[in-house]
Nanobody
Framework: QVQLVESGGGLVQAGGSLRLSCAASGRSFIGYAMGWFRQAPGKEREFVTTISWSGGIIYYADSVKGRFTISRDNAKNTVYLQMNSLKPEDTAVYYC???????????????WGQGTQVTVSS
């Protein structure tokens, strides 16, 4: 079992930045790909970005490409999401997830955090 805890969410003005963190604990974190997803009120959970264990494979949703950056520190069992040039449409609960492969589909991830709220004001 892997436990994931997100942090770093909050309220920010449009154009601002936030850095989310996701700390993993429990069974071995080794080999897991990590992903970030988000869910806005009344909408389905959507893919944001994912990174392989080695960091050699990274995918971004078109909506965040060039603004968001995913990274990971395996020694600290932590994955990060640097979010720049935030827009009101980025407002959502952000979830990190762990799974065997860096894919875009939520169903392919086995473990999920509880989520952290990101609110971008206009």
């Amino acid at each position: 079992q892997v436990q994931l805890v997100e942090s770093g969410g909050g309220l920010v003005q449009a154009g601002g930045s936030l850095r989310l963190s996701c700390a993993a604990s429990g069974r071995s974190f080794i080999g897991y790909a990590m992903g970030w997803f988000r869910q806005a009120p009344g909408k389905e959970r959507e893919f944001v970005t994912t990174i392989s264990w080695s960091g050699g494979i990274i995918y971004y949703a078109d909506s965040v490409k060039g603004r968001f950056t995913i990274s990971r520190d395996n020694a600290k069992n932590t994955v990060y999401l640097q979010m720049n040039s935030l827009k009101p449409e980025d407002t959502a609960v952000y979830y990190c997830a762990a799974g065997p492969r860096p894919l875009r589909l939520p169903d392919t991830f086995e473990y999920w955090g509880q989520g952290t709220q990101v609110t971008v004001s206009s």
